[in-house]
């Protein structure tokens, strides 16, 4: 067990700051589930090959994750002054956002709820 006071722990924690190029798209419409087919593909990839899955892919969720890795990459060349060709994608992941909830008219006076489910997308790309 962690020796200390909890704000003491947290502080320290918090102190170590991540220094790995990264782009966050909150609020996206389209589902976790419908994103995590995509990233699922790209993680672990290169940047290249990363991004040539994402631009033939179907999948609307690989438009919004082709804009993340390029954001990603530029953040590492200008931000970090890393070399574009040993980038790597090692973490991609998906969170739920909140849901927008509608309501949808059925016959004799009924309401269907319809989920339309958003998601905070993250990509974070590292150095080989």
Known sequence: MAKGHRSKIKRE???????RPSAKLSYARVSVQKACFVLDAIRGKDLETAL???????????????KLLESAAANAENNNGMDRSKLYVE???????????RIHPRAQGRAYRILKRNSHITVVLNER
């Open 13 to 19: 924690r918090n102190a170590v700051k991540d220094t």
């Open 52 to 66: 040539g899955i994402v631009t033939y892919s179907p999948r609307y969720a690989s438009s919004l994750i082709k």
């Open 91 to 101: 973490e991609c992941y998906a969170n739920q956002a909140p849901t927008m909830k």
